[in-house]
């Protein structure tokens, strides 16, 4: 699975908008990307994901460049229950099961 | 509940005690992972069952960790002689299936927080 660099905090105004990126440089063809967040003392939850085309759900919409080498999780009116680690993955489909490999993410801060 | 549940929420031990943890994954979920989690990382990989197959154990720091499913549904991971370099979070999770849903999110219990003393 490709390899993902992120900031490793980010602070952002309650009822703006978070944008979090996501370096993923040497994504195949293949590979997904995927947001999950970790509140504190929490396990960690699923957002979104996304292989070209941009994603929208009730949590978050998912902005993947044209050349797929980067992402940006947009958050569009964060609130302070936003305030958690956010992990970007990449990873391709296939041998049956997901494998995922966390980094350290990036630790978002809602401020009041 | 719908999510995946896991027990006890905290588990203090003894070093040299042994500790069993319990996974409940989502009802009709198929695979089903593991997950240790050190204070400030990321989850790291530990293993994966496919119903009670266990198919992937190369993320197991050692022989004294141990994991089952049995019967394809609840799961336990054992640790052995525990030492306090296992003390982590330790998380299960549970996504549908692995035929055509490789892409298919998993679903993360809250953990149980291990604390060798």
């Known amino acids: 699975d490709a390899k993902t660099t992120q900031p490793p905090s980010m602070d952002c105004a309650e009822g703006r908008a978070a944008n979090l990126p996501c370096n993923h440089s040497?994504?195949?063809?293949?590979?997904?990307v995927y947001w999950y967040r970790q509140i504190h003392s929490q396990g960690p939850q699923y957002i979104i994901h996304g292989l070209k085309n941009n994603e929208t759900n009730e949590m978050a919409s998912l902005i993947i460049t044209e050349d797929r080498k980067s992402s940006t999780l947009i958050l569009p009116h964060a609130t302070l229950r936003d305030t958690a680690v956010y992990y970007c993955i990449v990873r391709a489909p296939g041998r049956g099961y997901q494998k995922v490999t966390f980094g350290i993410g990036t630790k978002l801060q809602v401020i009041p | 509940g719908a999510g995946v549940s896991q027990s006890p929420r905290y588990k203090v031990a003894k070093r040299g005690q042994d500790v069993a943890l319990r996974c409940d994954p989502i009802?009709?979920?198929?695979?089903l992972f593991w997950y240790q989690q050190a204070l400030g990382q990321g989850p790291e990989f530990l293993t994966y069952?496919?119903?009670?197959?266990?198919?992937?154990k190369s993320g197991l720091p050692s022989d004294r960790f141990f994991a089952e499913r049995p019967e394809g549904s609840v799961s336990t991971l054992k640790i052995q002689r525990t030492q306090q370099e296992d003390s982590a979070v330790y998380l299960c999770a549970s996504s549908l299936g692995p035929r055509g849903e490789s892409n298919q999110p998993q679903h993360f219990g809250d953990g149980t927080r291990l604390s060798i003393l």
């Open positions: 069952f496919q119903n009670e197959a266990q198919l992937d």
């Open positions: 009802s009709g979920h198929v695979s």
């Open positions: 040497t994504i195949s063809g293949n590979e997904y």
